[in-house]
């Protein structure tokens, strides 16, 4: 039986950016629904249980949070700073290099000092590198402003009017480094959240990384009480609390618009008539949901041609210990394997995961909740290629995956390679292992539906930040939200839905006069 909804605004996709979008378009007056396949909002922002413990999808921590931050604004939008409870994670994060282990702290003064404690002879280098970075977050604030004041800057304008920000993004994080430190080992150290972008200093634009750095060490790196499962469904419980209507396990099977509108349709009989889409698919899935031929054919070619980022492996365990107590206090914990990160890239490539660096998180210091009391959840993360082992064993038949042999296998002997290396950090832990999970990029398509089980979107080369894609398409009532429009993590996504909804709007106009 079909069910028929009139709306202003559809979203096709409940993660990060079309929640996002769909509130900051409430914000503006119109009136929104959202569908969704999954049985939960969120996309990779939602937490699953086993046994008694509570395991994080994909958050480590939100950025720019804090007093004055880029991503406030936006989230006070999204009305849930009041209902949800984001714990300051300070120190940040812990750093171990072959030759040192530091604590490096949430703040500037603070980063600064984690530096010195091991290169106190490049610590000027250091000072006029964060110096620079302040420099390109002066700029792209401005430039932020500019755009939310409607002022919209030309490509060819950039490099007079932001300086600091054009060159930044023009060029690779490696070669902007190189410029204040001299050491390996220093830039090694700077370079520590390239996990966090996907891709290693050569690659990844000096820009991203700097504004990264930036916002985790000025306004905070935060973590919600509850899980980011708690943050999305407060969200999706904001749109609903504000007239619109989130339909979940309706997966969406067609997108149709004309000159008038758009009707989306679900696979349980769900049709949603509306003046305009938003879709947080990927560009890529967006297509194969439109009718055959309706979109230009150089876009197309353009949006499918995109390389996704890398994906994740993932291992969640339940672990019989009180690991804070033993004295591993700390929310995120970097190994790294050594300094040449171009060689870990490589190595990552090659699905050689004891080659590279990886990222051990106790959640129960963020959250106690996630655990029973005098157990913690400890989460190891590394990056993942998605055509490791042919496909991780499948040879590239999905088709029942989760039980082909191989692909267990597989799964299970690059998951004992993170194990045996946390158990090298922490003595005892196999041990007190009392529930496992392990996730690859084949589960992140499973239940993200994101091409190769992409973390960021489509790669954030320094060529790919220079030229972002817009949330417009060729069809002028079809919008795009998600990482692949605003780029990887979380917050990015949320901005990923203010420029949506920005977009939309200009295309609708006053929601007063709307029919």
């Known amino acids: 039986m079909t069910e028929t909804i009139d709306t202003d605004v559809v979203i096709v996709g409940a993660g990060l950016g079309g929640l996002s979008a769909a509130r900051h378009l409430q914000e503006a007056g119109y009136r929104v629904v959202v569908v969704e396949g999954h049985s939960k909002p969120g996309g990779y922002a939602h937490f699953?249980?086993?046994?008694?413990?509570?395991?994080?999808?994909?958050?480590?921590?939100?950025?720019?949070?804090?007093?004055?931050?880029?991503?406030?604004?936006?989230?006070?939008?999204?009305?849930?700073?009041?209902?949800v409870e984001f714990n300051r994670l300070d120190p940040f994060y812990t750093v171990g290099f072959p030759d040192f282990t530091v604590d490096v702290p949430a703040d500037i003064p603070g980063y600064l000092d984690a530096f010195a404690q091991v290169f106190p002879e490049e610590l000027d280098g250091v000072r006029q590198l964060v110096a620079a970075i302040e420099r390109i977050g002066h700029d792209m604030a401005a430039y932020t402003r500019d755009r939310s004041n409607g002022i919209r800057t030309p490509r060819h304008e950039m490099p007079s009017r932001h300086p600091d920000m054009a060159l930044a993004f023009a060029?690779?994080?490696?070669?902007?480094?190189?410029?204040?430190?001299?050491?390996?080992?220093?830039?090694?150290?700077?370079?520590?959240?390239?996990?966090?972008?996907?891709?290693?200093?050569?690659?990844?634009?000096?820009?991203?990384?700097?504004?990264?750095?930036?916002?985790?060490?000025?306004a905070g790196a935060w973590y919600p009480t509850g899980g980011s499962g708690t943050m999305t469904w407060a969200i999706a419980d904001a749109i609903v609390e504000h007239g619109g209507e989130v339909h979940l396990r309706n997966e969406v099977e067609a997108i149709e618009p004309d000159e008038d509108g758009v009707v989306v349709r679900s696979r349980r009989g769900l049709e949603v008539r509306a003046r305009a889409?938003?879709?947080?698919?990927?560009?890529?899935?967006?297509?194969?949901?439109?009718?055959?031929?309706?979109?230009?054919?150089?876009?197309t070619e353009e949006v499918t041609s995109e390389r996704p980022s890398l994906s994740s492996l993932v291992v969640h365990l339940g672990v019989a210990r009180d690991l804070a107590a033993e004295g591993w206090d700390r929310h995120e914990y970097f190994d790294m394997v050594?300094?040449?990160?171009?060689?870990?890239?490589?190595?990552?490539?090659?699905?050689?995961f004891a080659d590279v660096g990886m990222i051990i998180s106790n959640y129960t210091i963020a959250d106690p909740s996630c655990a029973p009391d005098g157990s913690s959840v400890l989460v190891l993360t590394t990056?993942?290629?998605?055509?490791?082992?042919?496909?991780?064993?499948?040879?590239?038949?999905?088709?029942?995956?989760?039980?082909?042999?191989?692909?267990?296998?597989?799964?299970?002997?690059?998951?004992?390679?993170?194990?045996?290396?946390?158990?090298?950090?922490?003595?005892?832990?196999?041990?007190?292992?009392?529930?496992?999970h392990i996730g690859t990029p084949l589960t992140n398509v499973r239940y993200v539906r994101q091409p190769h089980g992409s973390l960021y979107g489509r790669e954030q080369t320094v060529m790919n930040q220079m030229q972002r894609r817009k949330p417009t398409t060729p069809i002028p009532n079809l919008f795009l939200t998600g990482a692949w429009v605003g780029g990887g993590g979380m917050t990015a996504a949320v901005g990923s839905g203010r420029q949506a909804a920005r977009a939309v709007q200009r295309h609708l106009g006053d929601p007063s006069v709307l029919a």
């Open 48 to 83: 699953f249980r086993m046994d008694d413990f509570r395991f994080e999808v994909a958050l480590h921590a939100l950025d720019g949070l804090g007093s004055g931050g880029w991503a406030r604004p936006m989230f006070e939008t999204l009305g849930i700073l009041d209902t």
């Open 171 to 218: 060029s690779p994080w490696s070669a902007f480094i190189d410029q204040y430190l001299s050491s390996p080992e220093a830039k090694a150290f700077v370079s520590t959240l390239w996990g966090y972008l996907g891709l290693p200093p050569s690659q990844v634009s000096a820009g991203q990384f700097a504004l990264t750095i930036l916002s985790y060490h000025t």
């Open 277 to 299: 889409v938003v879709s947080n698919a990927s560009p890529s899935a967006t297509v194969d949901l439109l009718p055959a031929g309706s979109m230009d054919p150089a876009w």
């Open 338 to 352: 050594g300094y040449d990160l171009e060689a870990e890239y490589e190595a990552l490539l090659e699905g050689r």
């Open 383 to 436: 990056l993942a290629p998605w055509d490791h082992a042919d496909v991780w064993g499948t040879g590239g038949d999905l088709e029942g995956y989760r039980t082909n042999p191989a692909y267990v296998a597989a799964k299970e002997a690059a998951g004992a390679i993170l194990i045996d290396r946390a158990d090298r950090l922490i003595p005892g832990l196999r041990d007190a292992i009392v529930t496992t």
